[in-house]
C-alpha cells in the first residue's frame, strides 16, 4: 500500500467535464493513493467537497447524474442570473449536514472570485456549502453567493487551478485539470454561453504554465475538449477518460508514487 505524506490533489474547474475528476480519483484509489489535502474549483470544489466529506467515487458519480441544478424550481426571480444559488443550499445540506470545512475528513481549500471586488478568496474554514455555491456560481448562469457580507462567483475567473492553495501544505501534488484548449472555428460557437464559456477559458489559461509545473504529476485529459460545460447526457463518458488517463499517468509514474511514502 502506498501512503505518500502531505499528498496534495487540485482539481479545477470545468462544469460537467469535472466529472472526470472522479475518475481520476478512483483510478488513485486503485493504487491506495489518498491526498492529505484538496484544493478545488468550481466543479472541483464540489468534487472535492464530497470526497473530503467521505462519499465514494461510485456516490459522488451519482450526485451529478441525480441532481438536477436547472430545474425550474432553481430559476432566479429578480436577481443577476438564469439560476438561484440559494436554492441549491438544501440540496448539498443533504450530503454534508454539518456544513464546515473542520467536519470533513481531509484539509479542503475553495476558490470563489469577490465580484465587486474583482479579488480571488480562498475558502477553508468556517461554514462549507456557501462557499461550495459561490465556488461553482458560473458568471451569468447562477447568482452570486453571499458570504460574510460579500459575494462571490466561480472561482475560476481568477484562479481555476489552485495549486498556490496547498502548495505550502504539502510535499507532493497531484493535479487534474479539466479544461483542454484548442483553436475552435466561428462555427463551434452556436450559442451565447458558448461564448460566454470560450471567454471564460481563453481567460483561465493565464498563468497556467507556472502552475502546472507546480505538480509533481499532472492529469489532463486531451479529449475532453468534445465536451461541453453544461451537458450531463455523456457523464459516464467523461468519467471514463478522468479514469483512463489518471491510470496512464499514475502508471508511467510509479517512481514519484515512491517519494514521501510512510
Known sequence: ??????????????????????????????????????????????VGALYAEGYSCEKILEFFKKVDLFTFGTYALKKPGFFDSDKLFDIFKKYIAHDTFEGLKMNLFITGTNILEGTPKIFHKGPLIRAILASAAYPGVFTPVKVDGQYYVDGGVLNNFP??????????IIGVYVNPFEKLEISDLKHSYNVMDR?????????????????DLLICPATLVNYGTFSFKNADKIYELGYKSAKEALGSNKGLLLTNKV
Open 1 to 46: 500500500m502506498i501512503r505518500i505524506m502531505d499528498l496534495g490533489l487540485v482539481l479545477s474547474g470545468g462544469g460537467v467535464r469535472g466529472i472526470a475528476h472522479i475518475g481520476a480519483i478512483k483510478a488513485m484509489e486503485e493504487m491506495d493513493i489518498y491526498p492529505t489535502h484538496i484544493a478545488g474549483t468550481s466543479a472541483g470544489a464540489i
Open 163 to 172: 495549486v498556490d492553495a496547498i502548495q505550502k501544505h504539502c510535499k507532493t
Open 199 to 215: 471567454a471564460l477559458q481563453i481567460k483561465m489559461k493565464d498563468g497556467l504554465s507556472s502552475k502546472f509545473n507546480a505538480c
